[in-house]
């Protein structure tokens, strides 16, 4: 009988996962099940280019090799239930899908803030109806509040201040992007976006927001009042696992999995993207989730090979999970990009090329070993720092 | 095999320059060049090389 896997989640991780079993010789059945109604498309520019002109799905949809030809799209419906003993999920629409293999793609969602006030005005950037939804509100002169500091809030301040939005940002932490980067960096780059006009508001969170029908304002934790016309809340992720409740996994932040991305103790069941907590030896060996662009790929790689050894198709990998993380981020005309794991590194922070306030690589040490590289501009140096990074022995 | 980049599109990542970098290069102006007709043998690096353009900028015929 042919064999069947099931991908819940069609965007980035199921996509490079479909096509990543079939690389590795699976001929059997592949179904992707995704709740958007869209092929999986590509989502840093919903905060960057797209937002700044136009967010169309044909400029932004992955091009669909032709190894995933036959892959079985189900778009529009949710998986809302999977009973592993029984290797079966279940959809939105009632449908029961038996699977020999089950990849979890499933990701994340943006995390809202539990504080009163109406609805409407308040965004949230993650897909492209909410991309376009923001985009039609962004006009020059409107007073955009966005609250988080983190890459996507910083991107979304640069992007609204670009079309002539007046933006403010508040945060809780005492510097933009504070964790990846560091104080040092943090403020430089605070700079950077004052300069172009941007307000902070730091070491403060919103309390409620003003308004009968629709967002005018916020109040803030320290009792400041501001006006707003359009709000964006950036404030992190959730993982979309509650569909895999019941099954007594870790759910705790994302599906935890073993070195081979296997869901912990579950043969024939991987996770790949966003929604995977894994081990990376390259580092310490505690699992932890990797929201970056990177690893979409990197764990489809690795996972649909893990997948197809437990389906008695193939050889296991031959090593552990390693990814070297990277990450870009690009506000205004500055590129930042981020190699290794700069937070394992921050008590060690040193200026390594170039100086804060202008093109500038930062190298993050642990016990004196560079484990992690952020440069801003500074590209043609990036090839150089990558390949010391990867150089670095992997811990087995 | 041929390769496109949309130059209006590529925001000069050099991602691909990590997975191809026969094929892919970023010269010391910081801009893109790449070789339009590589070789055969490239095909894995070249299609690596198209998944992780961050603009998903780079496209192969043939
Ligand atoms: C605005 C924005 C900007 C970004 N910019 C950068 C950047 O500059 N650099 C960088 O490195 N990374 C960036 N990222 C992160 C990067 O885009 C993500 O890491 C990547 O999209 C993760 O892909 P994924 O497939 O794991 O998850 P997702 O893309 O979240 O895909 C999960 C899919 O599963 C669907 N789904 C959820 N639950 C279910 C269910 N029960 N049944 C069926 N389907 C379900 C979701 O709707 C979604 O389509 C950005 C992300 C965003 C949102
Ligand atoms: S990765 Fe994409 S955006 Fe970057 S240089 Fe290559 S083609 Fe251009």
């Known amino acids: 009988m042919t064999q069947r896997i099931v991908i819940a989640g069609a965007s980035m991780g199921g996509l490079r996962a479909a096509e990543r079993l079939r690389a590795a010789g699976f001929t059997g059945e592949i179904v992707a099940v995704g709740d958007e109604p869209h092929l999986p498309y590509n989502r840093p520019p919903l905060s960057k280019e797209a937002l700044a002109s136009e967010v169309t799905h044909e400029a932004l949809a992955f091009r669909l090799r032709p190894v995933v030809a036959d892959v079985a799209w189900r778009l529009g419906v949710p998986v809302v239930s999977a009973d592993l003993a029984a290797r079966a999920v279940r959809l939105g629409d009632g449908t029961e899908l038996a699977c020999d293999g089950l990849v979890v793609a499933t990701g994340?969602?943006?995390?809202?803030?539990?504080?009163?006030?109406?609805?409407?005005?308040?965004?949230?950037?993650?897909?492209?109806?909410d991309a376009r939804a923001l985009r039609a509100e962004l006009r020059p002169g409107v007073n955009v509040l966005v609250i988080g500091a983190g890459f996507i809030g910083c991107e979304v301040a640069a992007t609204a201040r670009t079309l002539g939005a007046s933006v403010t940002v508040v945060a809780p932490e005492d510097a933009p992007m504070r964790r990846p980067l560091g104080a040092g960096l943090g403020a430089a780059l605070r700079r950077r976006h004052e300069?172009?006009?941007?307000?902070?508001?730091?070491?403060?969170?919103?309390?409620?927001?003003?308004?009968?029908?629709?967002?005018?304002g916020a109040e803030l934790s320290d009792g400041a009042r501001l006006d707003a016309d359009v709000v964006v809340e950036a404030v992190g992720s959730v993982a979309n696992t509650e569909w895999l409740e019941g099954n007594g996994l870790d759910l705790s932040d994302g599906v935890l999995c073993d070195e081979a991305l296997r869901v912990e103790g579950r043969p024939g069941v991987v996770a790949v993207g966003d929604v995977a907590r894994f081990p990376n030896p390259r580092y310490d060996g505690v699992p932890r989730r990797v929201e970056h662009w990177s690893i979409p790929t990197d764990t489809a790689k690795h996972a649909a090979v893990t997948l197809l050894a437990d389906l008695g198709l193939g050889d296991p990998p031959a090593g552990p999970f390693a990814p070297l993380p990277t990450f870009w981020s690009d506000q205004y005309d500055l590129r930042l990009?981020?190699?290794?794991?700069?937070?394992?590194?921050?008590?060690?922070?040193?200026?390594?090329?170039?100086?804060?306030?202008?093109?500038?690589?930062?190298?993050y040490h642990r016990d004196g070993e560079l484990v992690g590289v952020v440069l801003i501009g500074m590209a043609s140096a990036a090839g150089r720092y990558r390949a010391a990074l990867n150089r670095a022995p992997v811990a087995a | 095999m041929k390769v496109i980049v949309d130059m209006d599109v590529c925001k000069d990542h050099g991602q691909c320059v990590f997975s191809a970098p026969e094929v892919f290069q970023i010269n010391e102006n910081g801009r893109l060049v790449y070789e339009a007709e590589p070789d055969e043998s490239l095909r894995d690096a070249v299609e690596e090389a198209a998944d992780v353009c961050p603009l998903q900028a780079i496209t192969i015929e043939g």
């Open chain 1, 108 to 129: 994340m969602r943006p995390r809202r803030l539990p504080v009163p006030g109406p609805a409407a005005g308040r965004h949230v950037v993650r897909t492209l109806e």
């Open chain 1, 337 to 363: 990009q981020s190699f290794g794991a700069p937070v394992l590194g921050e008590d060690d922070i040193r200026v390594l090329e170039g100086d804060l306030d202008g093109e500038v690589v930062v190298g």
């Open chain 1, 195 to 216: 300069e172009r006009g941007v307000t902070f508001l730091l070491g403060r969170t919103v309390r409620a927001f003003l308004g009968e029908e629709r967002v005018t």
